[in-house]
């Protein structure tokens, strides 16, 4: 067993990265994430590997593209307004069909925004943010340890479906430091080879071409159509979530994810001392969304569910697709970079089962 | 231009109250430039991403006494140009009245990286405005992180200094020549103010300068960041001084396509006096570091022999 090193959040999606192959990194400052690239400027040369700080985000991003497309692991990180910038590129790469990981540790928005811990980046994760009809595979850790292994993760998921993966933290995540350990992990996928990749002929005789442009209306159907199969294969396959406190009949359910996830089991813990029995769905991947998880756990809930975001209820609308009208769908958030505590989702909680009872 | 005394009795346009460093050099900068203003015109200025845009601006708190605005990183340039052609049609129309000149102030971050695809444009479309790069040689505001700007061999936390790399390993880009480039009336390279110097108010006579030419303007100025510098703020002045006089940041303009050096050393200090006055180049003095000293004053050498040459001094 690998020994546990405490790592800030940022350095260890770095030293993640590393572990998993990832040969090539295209960075660029933006607070609160400059430490990963910081990270791999350091040590990316000492494995012999690529550290390249771009001029820009649509640069860092398009450098990707180059690296996917000639089969290469590769990571590129940055924060909400540098990920509007790689959106373009992040669209590319998804038509082209090219495999990469994109970190984003999320601030507060829209514009500047803040610096502060947010998710207010949920939709233009998980609903295109880029144009055309694609999708890439979310991960939403909540520690820094799951997202270590979610790092590991990402790329094989995204060298499996020639997709690219986002990991989705905040600053909270990025800047706190918590005890990891880089296990030896070998993975059960079956991964393809990269015979696609744009890396020489190496005997072939025809020339690999990697395109995202269909001129021909049919071609560009036919194109989209066989994306959306892929993508109902990672809806079928790659759904992650997390139950707590739902062995038994709950009061409410509360969903959330990432480190504010963490923030709602203390509250479930303060409220199961008041006798109010709450659970928690924690969707790891917030696409494909884990409709399932609700499923699953529908007959165990008295009063409904309610979608608790560090945004202004960006993922009701996933929760009640989920729901679909079995349950009431309540929701509470803060925004701009404004952190809830345990005891205001116990209040909110609370008005919400009084208020029913 | 104005004596001390007058100078002093002008307006303030930035005010105190900012939270930059102490010892920052880019408010400065500002004031200086700023100062250049009759105090009947009034500015309207937009700031990129960065330390100056971030530290007086603190929502709902500001340091600035002009007409102000802020975009994305990379679009400073295109922001002033926007409302400088607003202004126009204002004017056109009997809307407005009154002098204004329009200001972009950005970091080399912000413009020779990000912020140069916006530069470029705006000052093609020749609007009526004057760019101010502060360039302190790297990505200072999210802690030190190597631009195009930065020199050679300085250790920054993206081109960080070890046993095998020193530090950044490609020369500053020329982002001022780029500008001569576009064929601008006017553009100046230049230090802040530097009491006791023979250039001491080279700043403030090039934007006097810039702001009495109409069409688009760029000054670039070497301006002191403690932090990423690896400096003592008491002697940061004297750093820059050494930058001037190791021609390592040679002053100098270019108007209308003809070039003037503003200052020529008497005698030119080697780049070691510039290195080793700051701790971000502590690393090359190293004895085996030596042939990269020797690569860097060969460069500066070069680079100066260059504009020499090209203000027809030899």
Known sequence: MAKKVLMKGNEAIGEAAIHAGCQCFFGYPITPQTEIAAYMARRMPQVGRVFLQAESEVAAINMVYGAAGAGVRVMTSSSSPGISLKSEGISYIAGAELPCVIVNIVRGGPGLGGIQPAQSDYFQATKGGGHGDYRMVVYAPSSVQELVDLVQEAFDVADQYRNPVMIMGDGMLGQMMEPVEFKERQTTRNLPEKTWAANGLRGRKIHNVINSLYLKPEELEAHNKKLQQKYAEIEKNEVKYELYNLENEVDIVIVSYGTLARICKNAIKMLEKEGIKVGLIRPITLWPYPKKAFDEVMDKVKLGFISIEMNEGQMVEDVKLSVNGRKPVFFYGRSGGMVPTPAEIVNKIKEIVGGAK | MPNLKELSKKKVRLTGGHRMCAGCGAPMVVNWILKALDDDVRAVISNATGCLEVSTCLYPYTSWKDSWIHTAFENAAATISGAE??????????????????????????????????????????????????????????????????????????????????????????????????????????????????????????????????????????????????????????????????????????????????????????????????????????????????????????????????????
């Not at chain 2, 972009?104 to 405005?129: N, P």
């Not at chain 2, 670039?220 to 002697?235: E, H, M, Q, Y």
């Open chain 2, 85 to 314: 052609a607003a202004f126009k049609a204002m004017k056109r129309k009997g809307h407005i009245d009154g002098k204004y000149k329009f200001i972009a102030f950005g970091g080399d971050g912000g413009t020779y990286d990000i912020g140069l695809q916006s530069l470029s444009g705006a000052m093609e479309r020749g609007h009526d405005m004057l760019y101010v790069c502060y360039d302190n040689g790297a990505y200072m505001n999210t802690g030190i992180q190597r631009s195009s700007a930065t020199p050679y061999g300085a250790d920054t936390t993206t081109s960080p200094a070890g046993k095998v790399k020193p530090g950044k390993e490609q020369f500053r880009k020329d982002l001022t020549e780029i500008m001569v480039a576009h064929h601008l009336p006017y553009v100046a390279q230049t230090v802040p103010v530097i009491p006791g110097t023979p250039y001491m108010f080279d700043l403030y006579n090039k934007a006097e300068k810039a702001f009495s030419i109409e069409g688009p303007k760029f000054m670039n100025v070497l301006t002191p960041c403690p932090r990423g510098w690896r400096i003592d703020t008491a002697t940061e002045l004297e750093v820059v001084k050494l930058a001037v006089e190791t021609c390592f940041w040679p002053l100098y303009e270019v108007e209308n396509g003809v070039y003037k050096i503003n200052y020529i050393p008497k005698e030119k200090k080697p780049i070691t006096e510039w290195l080793k006055a700051q701790g971000r180049f502590k690393h090359l003095l190293k004895p085996e570091n030596e042939h990269i000293v020797q690569k860097i004053q060969e460069e500066v050498d070069r680079r100066w022999e260059r504009l020499l040459y090209l203000a027809g001094v030899k």
